[in-house]
Structures are given as structure tokens and as C-alpha cells.
């Protein structure tokens, strides 16, 4: 099987020899990929929806891995028991989305060693959250596919380096590395907090509160570490 650049990517993050959880699996086509690779010695695909479990299940069960790929219909991390895995892969959601997830079950959160977190937005929010809550980002991503980029996030339990606020919407590894996406990544957040303050313009009321003062703050400091690429 041959994955798609932003499921290449999250795959490339899961560790040899672990064993992965895959919610909101969709097609079960990145657990699958990790079986038949030998990534992973175990998984398990889960899925909310109906229509996704059926077709993961479907996947899973042409791909000849119903003894090693446990399908599960449920929510989040309802389906999983603490410590059944190590490595938990959430992508495709919302960042606030995924704090949910994570605080909903989390006695498996905490049992868990790695995340690998692919949010369609709030992404800052994610990053705040996770810091906020003893994990450590150790890796993070920018891949391009149907000209959508994307942002991918790893992280791993313990406490990291503290950095400054606006990291939580760049990326702090992004920045650190100086990912060859990140201008245009950079470009997008500039655009999305100027399209906001812009809305936010046509209101006088909006216009005079805290929070139109620190979309400006935030485009301002986005603006001068552009600057600085």
C-alpha cells in the first residue's frame, strides 16, 4: 500500500516496533500500512462514525490483517483500555476536537507515550493545551497535499523547553528548524488573523474589545518573525 503525502508523514513518526491506535481511522489505510511494513506489531482502527468503521473494516479484512488489526466502533479513546497501546495517532480533526478526546479518557491518555496529532485547525490551541498538560512536543511537521497544507505534531510525555507564546501558532520545532514550508505556513497565519481582525473591523464593538487588540498583538509578532526568515 502507498500512502498519501500527509499519511506518509504521520506514519514516518510512529515508532518500529510499537503499538499504534489509529481514531478516526477513516479507511484504516495508515494502520494497515504500518502492518505490512513492519512498523508496528500491533493496532488498532477505530472510528465514530459507521460509514468509516465499515470501510476500515473493509480495508483490514482485504488486506488479510483481521488477527492483527483490532476495527473498533466508538468514541475517541473510549474504544482502548490504559496501556493496550503505546502510540496514538488523532488526525483530521480539530484541534479543540482533540483536546476533547484527550481529556475524555484520560486514564488511557495518560498511559500513553506518544501522540502524533495532525489537527485541521486550532492547531495553537493544541500546542497550549498540550504543554499545559506535562507533554513535550518533540517533533512537528509541514506537508503539502492537494494543496492543503498541513501541520503534524508529536509529542511525548514530559516537560520541554519553555518558548514564547507565539509558537503555539507557528510551531516551535517548525521555527527551530526552519521547515521549508514554513513561510508559506506563516503566510497562512497572517492571512487567517488579518481576515479575522478585518470582520472584527466592521463592528465597533468588536473593534474596541481585548480580543481585536490581540489579533493585532499576534498579526504584529507573526509579522516580525516573518521578518526574520
Known amino acids: 500500500m502507498i500512502l498519501k503525502p500527509r499519511l506518509a508523514a ?11 491506535a489509529d481514531i478516526g481511522t477513516d479507511h484504516a489505510y495508515l494502520p494497515v500500512f504500518l502492518l505490512q511494513s513492519g512498523v508496528v506489531n500491533k493496532a488498532i482502527a477505530a472510528d465514530v462514525h459507521a460509514g468509516p468503521y465499515r470501510a476500515a473494516l473493509e480495508t483490514v479484512t482485504a488486506s488479510g490483517l483481521l488477527d492483527t488489526i483490532s476495527v ?17 495517532v488523532i488526525a483530521g480533526m480539530g484541534g479543540s476536537t ?15 507515550t506518544r501522540l502524533i496529532l495532525q489537527p485541521m485547525t486550532a492547531s495553537g490551541t493544541l ?8 507533554w513535550h512536543i518533540v517533533e512537528e511537521e509541514l506537508v503539502e497535499e492537494d494543496q492543503i497544507l498541513y501541520e503534524i505534531i508529536v509529542a511525548e510525555r514530559g516537560s520541554g523547553l519553555s518558548y514564547q507564546s507565539i509558537f503555539d501558532d507557528i510551531g516551535p520545532k517548525l521555527w527551530a528548524n ?5 513561510r508559506k505556513h506563516m503566510e497562512h497565519l497572517i492571512a487567517h488573523y488579518s481576515g479575522i481582525l ?30 526574520c526568515l
Open 72 to 88: 473498533r466502533f466508538g468514541d475517541g479513546l473510549g474504544v482502548l483500555a490504559p496501556s493496550e497501546v503505546d502510540t496514538v
Open 178 to 182: 526552519r521547515h521549508p514550508l514554513l
Open 127 to 134: 500546542r497550549r493545551w498540550l504543554v499545559q498538560n506535562s
Open 10 to 20: 504521520i506514519a514516518a513518526f510512529v515508532p518500529n516496533g510499537s503499538s499504534m
Open 198 to 227: 478585518a470582520a472584527m473591523s466592521k463592528s465597533s464593538t468588536a473593534s474596541a474589545t481585548m480580543k481585536y487588540r490581540e489579533y493585532a498583538q499576534k498579526i504584529a509578532e507573526l509579522e516580525e518573525k516573518f521578518a
Open 98 to 112: 482533540i483536546i476533547k478526546i484527550l481529556e475524555a479518557s484520560s486514564d488511557v491518555t495518560d498511559s500513553i
